[in-house]
């Protein structure tokens, strides 16, 4: 077997698979190290294709010893990777293991449950490995943001034995901007996040007097080039670069989904460069031998993120641009792409990354996408005499505090609704249930199923104002609906992310319809309720301007954001 093993390090697969064949079913092969042999087998078998044969060596292992959990843990996702989702499961949960391998089964079904969104059961899963073994940051950070997504308040409870302050310190970089308008917390918190995950003085890789190109390279760096919002804002900004100017990198690592935003993406870049099976290494190798001269990472520290590739400094200079909008805590990253409203100076002191100011808007927007006919109430489940409030924002950005003035608000405004869009059940039983503790019959709020893209646009015609959330704004969500003619209230704070609406706002000619405490959004809100005047005029506005205005003329945009990455070469 040392041989298996020896031929194993060296790479040598189809030798080493051969070589622990043959040890396996030779007669002098030493029964107690069989279900080791077999373990590494089925290692070598699975990236080989031979799935089959991986799995029955996994299963041989598990029958020799039924306590050996790295079998069950890689038989498990060997069957995942099937799309055997049940079986991996049953794998998981059946297996009799100790603490450390009770903890890694149960933190692997925990996440497969909530792949599946089936959040109440990822929860328990998850409770109980932490029950088991407190200390596990990466397990409370998604413990605590599957709180989030079901609405379950407070979210910061339900673990016996770990402090609040822990729990606090270990929420993931999402779920920190949905629970916090502290930013000097976000800073704390995201530091030590990236301490733990991501790997830190790396040599740099791009030199440090940079290139000589005729033309700026610009790389996007994404693994989101799909249909989703990054991609649903930036895809006309991709193909409105000057190309006598600018030459467009995609390095990709996105889900191939076969879309026809993926192919519209893809289409946008003069220059394709997969990345999905390459190491962060290899990666950042990669972009470094394409001489990229501005590295623009779209996806920051959000999920798919891989941040060890911008760890390498593989471009001379690189942007945090969108996807995840606190700090990445990551001095590889030079600047963050902002506008003074969205990122006042004082905030910088909480940023790893220097702003770098576009003169009206941070955020990009696609000036061509189409709205579909506008529905009926009726189809859509609303009352036609009422006054309805939406906010489509995703159920892990509804927190407590905000809920709360949302029913306030419906308290005060009798034939007023509240419309989510919200299609996990956990969350709108959580919801309903809230709403009732707070005094408003539950069937006051209204569900929205998913929509193809031009109906969901469409959607907000049927409403008469957004409300947004806070400490986590509506980024797209809020765009979509100016762009639908929906009228957006935002309450500002004092964060990136509490500030987005405000600034989409602002440059859309909208600025009185930021407030910046409860009281006055609340107030606001009940007002322009009791007011048609008032509000038709925002929404005449909108149609009559908003179309020509900073936040939706993109060949403006383009404009100020080539200069804006033009200004730091010259």
Not at 121 to 147: C, K, N, T
Not at 350 to 369: G, I, M
Not at 448 to 458: G, R
Not at 472 to 498: E, H, I, Q, R
Request: hydrophobic share 40%; net charge negative.
């Amino acid at each position: 077997m040392a041989q298996a093993d020896a031929l194993a390090k060296s790479g040598d697969s189809a030798a080493a698979i051969a070589c622990y064949t043959d040890w396996l079913d030779s007669p002098g092969a030493e029964p107690q190290l069989r279900h080791l042999a077999l373990f590494n087998l089925g290692s070598l078998l699975r990236p080989a294709g031979r799935i089959e044969q991986a799995i029955a060596a996994y299963q041989e292992a598990l029958q020799l010893r039924p306590d050996f959990y790295q079998a069950a843990v890689n038989l498990g996702l060997t069957l995942e990777a099937q799309g055997n989702h049940a079986g991996a499961m049953a794998i998981w949960l059946q297996a009799l293991q100790p603490a450390e391998g009770q903890t890694l089964l149960l933190n692997h079904a925990g996440r497969l449950q909530e792949v599946n969104r089936n959040f109440d059961e990822a929860e328990a899963l998850l409770g109980r490995s932490l029950a088991v073994m407190p200390d596990q940051p990466d397990v409370m950070q998604h413990y605590l943001h599957i709180r989030q997504k079901k609405c379950q308040w407070p979210v910061f409870d339900g673990v016996a034995g770990i402090p609040l302050r822990t729990l606090q310190q270990n929420v993931g970089p999402l779920g920190l901007l949905a629970s916090s308008d502290d930013p000097t917390l976000q800073l704390a918190a995201i530091t030590a996040w990236v301490e733990r995950k991501v790997p830190r003085n790396l040599p740099r890789m791009a030199p440090l007097d940079g290139y000589r190109h005729d033309k700026l390279r610009i790389g996007y760096l994404s693994c989101d080039f799909r249909w989703h919002a990054v991609s649903i804002l930036t895809a006309e900004l991709l193909e409105l670069h000057d190309r006598e100017r600018f030459e467009v990198y995609g390095i990709d690592f996105s889900p191939e989904d076969g879309g026809t935003m993926r192919q519209r993406m893809l289409a946008a870049f003069d220059r394709h460069l997969p990345i999905h099976a390459l190491s962060d290494e290899e990666a950042a190798q990669t972009i470094r031998r394409h001489e990229i001269d501005v590295l623009i990472d779209l996806t920051g520290l959000t999920a798919g993120a891989r941040p060890g590739i911008v760890a390498h400094k593989p471009a001379p200079v690189q942007i945090s641009y969108l996807g995840y909008v606190g700090s990445c805590g990551m001095p590889e990253i030079d600047y963050i792409l902002a506008d003074r409203y969205v990122f006042p100076e004082a905030l910088a002191r909480y940023y790893f990354e220097k702003p770098l100011y576009l003169p009206e808007v941070y955020q990009a927007n696609d000036s061509q996408r189409p709205i579909a006919e506008t529905p009926s109430r009726a189809s859509c489940g609303l009352p036609d005499d009422a006054f309805v409030f939406c906010s489509f924002n995703g159920s892990y950005k509804i927190s407590e505090p905000v809920f709360s003035v949302w029913m306030n608000i419906l308290r005060r405004v009798p034939n007023g609704v509240l419309w989510l869009a919200i299609d996990n059940p956990t969350a709108r039983g959580n919801l309903a249930a809230e709403a009732v503790k707070r005094g408003v019959d539950p069937g006051r709020l209204v569900f929205a199923d998913k929509a193809a893209p031009s109906e969901y646009l469409a959607r907000y015609r049927a409403a008469d104002l957004l409300l947004d959330t806070n400490p986590y704004n509506a980024g797209t969500t809020a765009s979509d609906a100016l762009w639908a003619g929906l009228p957006v209230l935002t309450c500002s704070g004092k964060t990136f992310a509490s500030r987005m609406a405000g600034s989409l706002l602002h440059a859309v000619g909208l600025p009185e319809l930021i407030t910046t405490s409860w009281l006055d959004y609340e107030n606001l809100a009940v007002g322009l309720a009791s007011e048609p005047t008032a509000l038709q005029s925002y929404r005449h506005r909108l149609h009559t301007q908003g179309r020509s205005s900073a936040l939706f003329d993109t060949r403006r945009f383009v404009k100020n954001f080539e200069a804006t990455i033009a200004g730091l070469f010259d």
